[in-house]
């Protein structure tokens, strides 16, 4: 009965109009996200010799990103979407296409070090406005629930789909060639989006009063923001700790097997998720989803067999897509809508640094005392979230 409703609900979802146009549309466009930082590292060590060079400017490039996430999102609010996009458009991919200039003759390093840091800039908030897109053209929570879920699994499938383009690149042809597969779709994302419906829900007011602090005078919007932020931590943690498990247990192909059955397991917990009908309200449902993570990632700590930690990984990836979509949810309803755009740019923002930060702190942790610790980083993480979902219920 339950996977009846749950059918029923996508099926009235994806009889909306222009819904599949947008849903395909954000499936094309965001695959970039998904490539950009597995192409950047094969590309840049390749042409640099380092691969410490090429690690350090791919994290230039996500800070440049994360900094530059809310001013866009600003900006989105009070002028629209179009010119921005259109910026963004033509800056971004010439950015990547100059990338190609050390191919040919010698330049010093500070040139990459500045289109990294202008690609990360100006990358186009295709995630963010789509986000925006459900938020502004579905009013009801059910269907809301049902286009945040598939978003999440989209979002999923980009990280799947996007290193395997690069994989299968990568092992019949050069860098040169990955990195171009990688700047092609960069060049044709905006202009596909423009094309497609979405744009055209995208609302703005340039009247309307703001506050200069915008989103972040809400206080329970603020509490989902740094709940989002530990949760990003723990989902760092784990892609450190699964290739830390594969390089230390001497079978580098684990991490590429358990890094995917994570996505895979969080792809499908999305469209379970966006199925149900839960009586509860989200931040009852939310702590459930999260004590649950933070117990199969506490189970990681003890986990030596790679095919159990492969269940649970599985398991884990299955309560992430659900818990992203649900923090996702109340973003959206503690917006108002004169902040939408930027609100979900802070909520980028802070995935991209939680993300950043369980990685930075579970690579010195997993050297001093091993890869158990990076998975105890993870649940902590997920701990932290915890209680602050149970206070976020009490306001």
């Known amino acids: 009965m339950p996977l009846l409703k749950a059918r029923d609900r996508y099926r009235r979802f994806l009889q909306e109009p222009d819904v599949r146009a947008i849903l395909i549309t954000a499936l094309i466009t965001r695959l970039p996200v998904g490539m950009s930082s597995l192409a950047f590292l094969m590309y840049l060590s390749h042409v640099t010799g380092s691969l410490a060079f090429a690690g350090a400017h ?18 989105i609010d009070r002028f629209g979407a179009r010119f921005l996009l259109w910026v963004t458009g033509i800056v971004y991919p010439l950015a990547l296409w100059l990338l190609f200039l050390p191919v040919t003759m010698p330049l010093p390093h500070g040139f990459i070090t ?16 789509t986000r925006a897109v459900w938020r502004y053209r579905f009013e009801t929570p059910d269907l809301r629930q049902a286009a945040f879920s598939l978003d999440a699994v989209l979002t999923e499938l980009n990280f799947v789909v996007g290193p395997m383009l690069i994989a299968f690149t990568l092992a019949f042809a050069s860098p040169e060639w990955t990195f171009l597969l990688l700047v092609i779709f960069a060049t044709l994302s905006v202009p596909l989006f423009l094309r497609s419906p979405a744009v055209r829900y995208i609302k703005h007011d340039p009247d309307v009063e703001r506050h200069w602090l915008g989103p972040l005078t809400e206080p329970r919007l603020l509490l989902v923001f740094v709940i989002s932020t530990a949760i990003a931590m723990a989902l760092g943690t784990l892609e450190l700790g ?29 469209l379970i998720y966006g199925g149900i009908h839960f009586k509860s309200k989200v931040e009852q449902h939310m702590t459930g989803l999260f004590a649950a993570l933070f117990l199969f990632i506490a189970l990681h700590t003890i986990t030596s067999a790679p095919g159990l930690l492969l269940l649970l990984a599985v398991a884990a990836g299955m309560l992430i897509a659900p818990s992203i979509t649900a923090l996702t949810l109340l973003t959206s309803r503690y917006t108002p809508e004169r902040y939408t755009a930027e609100s979900f740019t802070w909520s980028s923002t802070c995935i991209v640094s939680g993300l950043g930060i369980g990685m930075a702190l579970g690579g010195p942790l997993g050297e001093w005392y091993g890869v158990p610790a990076i998975f ?6 997920v701990g932290v979230s915890l209680v602050l979902a149970l206070w976020l219920r009490r306001l």
Do not use: D, H, K, Q
Request: aromatic share 12%; charged share 5%; proline share 4%.
């Open 242 to 270: 699964y290739t830390a498990f594969a390089t230390r247990y001497g079978e580098s192909f684990w991490a590429g097997i358990l890094i995917a059955f994570s996505s895979i397991g969080s792809a499908t917990g999305g």
């Open 58 to 75: 791919v994290g230039i490039y996500l800070v440049a990103m994360s900094v530059a996430a809310p001013v866009m999102g600003r900006l």
């Open 114 to 129: 500045a289109c990294m840091a202008v690609a990360g800039i100006f990358c186009p908030p295709l995630i963010v406005l």
């Open 376 to 381: 105890a980083l993870g649940a902590a993480s």
